[in-house]
């Protein structure tokens, strides 16, 4: 048995992934390179990350990793090691997000003291600034030493379609993240028979969160249908309560929630088979969750389109607003406003299903920095690192050897169990279930929708982008 096998067949998660559909609607046969499950982050309306004019030259599936340097081997306890810079480019500037970087930052520093990180930070939730600010960078050769992607499509589809990161294979060899990582979370950031990223977490995209003195005061239970929904919704409206807090601002957020109306009213099998035609998008159930989110919309905010999601997540906070369905970047920005009031529940008609998503870190070919960025993935990857970052920004660890301190709280706790148990899907929005370009069309479709609610058009349009991505015929 190879130690992939082993971390495999050792950890819960892996074994539910081989034997769920998930992992067959992963499968490259598919054309979702695997991608479509394990995958901040907060995340990302899906801009491509500048391909190139021609394709990159591929390899076939066992060619051996391409030529690079050895990977750094990791200092020894309490060494101070390197010098230099390392530049490292994210999305992540607000909250939970921002404190968990700073804290795998802190233990960076502490090895490599006379290095000097330049937070390369560009605000925007979901990245869509700094997915367009790290494409300029990249198709203008001043690449940053490491960046933040999505795991999957938005990573093979993007990065490594356009020949612009370099293999990380000697590092999963020399610190173990075969072993450390289950055999599902591999298979989504490896492409052409090499690793690519570096994965830091696994968050969920389909939670309703809910302020729990408000639901008690108008004696309210976390619904869980859209029956449920839309009764409870109906008594908050009537007593003068904002029933659902959204902040499209930034256009990933209704797209968002619209994902996950789309898996409560397909169910994980038809939801994840949207992705690859094997359901149409004129399918009368793509008509009834349009129908569905229409009737949503009724109950949001009326300032929706000037607020963010975690300013949205603000008015639920402050009791303005009873509900948010984001994901669970939610429970870190709780966390950070010292807020302890709230509950959660799986999104309407999404009970026993993991809409996932994760974030990684990836190194750019010619990275000036080189040998420091390999040291910042090791660390991204390793369980000090995990564990300091993930109770902070509200996701669960990736590697299978962290989340057994303190610090996770109750519903983080919950949220590991649950990964363990419940039906995995991809998020769309966050990079995993559809190529670029793609996902960008839904998410251009569906902010559309929010303004002019036409069904029927919207309906048109989805099936248009789905034949324009090659997945439709």
């Known amino acids: 048995m190879t130690a992939q096998q082993r971390a495999s067949s050792d950890h819960p998660l892996a074994a539910r992934l081989e034997r769920r559909a998930f992992l067959g609607f992963a499968l490259r046969a598919t054309g979702l390179v695997a991608a479509s499950s394990l995958l901040a982050a907060c995340g990302g309306s899906a801009a491509p990350a500048g391909a190139p004019a021609k394709p990159a030259e591929t390899k076939p599936a066992d060619a051996k990793p391409a030529e690079t340097k050895p990977a750094v081997q990791a200092p020894a306890a309490g060494a101070a090691k390197g010098g230099g810079k390392l530049e490292m480019f994210s999305w992540w500037t ?35 600034n700094a997915k367009a600010v790290l494409k300029s960078r990249m198709q203008g050769g001043d690449p940053p030493d490491a960046f933040q992607v999505h795991m999957g499509r938005e990573l093979t589809d993007g990065y490594v379609a356009a020949s612009q990161v370099e293999p990380v294979d000697a ?40 302020n729990k003195k408000l639901f008690a005061d108008n004696q ?57 035609a094997k359901v149409a998008w004129s399918d ?29 997540n603000d008015q639920l906070i402050q009791g303005k607003a009873a509900m948010t369905i984001m994901g669970d970047w939610v429970n870190g920005d709780y966390t950070q406003k010292k807020f302890a009031d709230y509950g959660w529940a799986q999104s309407p008609g999404t009970k ?3 809409d996932a998503l994760s974030d990684t870190f990836a190194m750019p070919k010619g990275a000036k920095n080189r040998e420091n960025a390999l040291d910042w993935l090791k660390l991204a990857g390793s369980v000090e690192g995990q564990d300091a970052f993930n109770p902070l920004k509200g996701s669960i660890p990736a590697n299978v050897n962290a989340g057994k301190v303190q610090g996770y709280n109750e519903y983080l706790q919950s949220t590991m169990k649950d990964w363990t148990s419940h039906t995995i899907v991809p998020s769309v929005v966050h990079g995993a279930a559809a190529k670029d370009g793609w996902a960008q069309s839904y998410t251009d479709a569906i902010n559309s929708f929010v303004t002019r609610q036409d069904v029927a058009s919207t309906q048109r349009a989805l099936a248009t982008a789905c034949t324009e991505a090659g997945i439709c015929k």
């Open 94 to 128: 607000t909250g939970g997000e921002e404190a968990g970087l700073k804290a795998m930052y802190a233990i960076y520093q502490k090895s490599h003291p006379g290095v000097e990180i330049i937070n390369q930070a560009v605000a925007g939730a979901a990245g869509a």
């Open 171 to 210: 590092l999963y060899k020399s610190e173990g993240f075969e072993q450390a990582f289950p055999k599902g979370v591999l298979d989504i950031v490896s492409d052409k028979g090499q690793y690519w990223s570096v994965p830091v977490n696994i968050h969920r995209a389909n939670v309703l969160w809910f």
């Open 220 to 276: 309210l239970q976390a619904p869980e249908t859209f029956d449920q929904f839309f009764d409870v919704a109906e008594k908050l409206k009537a007593k003068g309560v904002t029933p659902l807090a959204m902040g499209d601002n930034n256009p990933f957020a209704s797209a968002h929630l619209f994902e996950t109306v789309l898996l409560g009213v397909l169910g994980p099998e038809g939801y994840s088979s949207l992705w690859t």
């Open 284 to 312: 009368a159930k793509v008509t009834q969750a349009l129908e569905t989110f229409k009737r949503m919309l009724g109950y949001v905010n009326t300032d929706h389109a000037a607020l963010t999601w975690d300013s949205a």
């Open 352 to 354: 026993g299903v993991f």
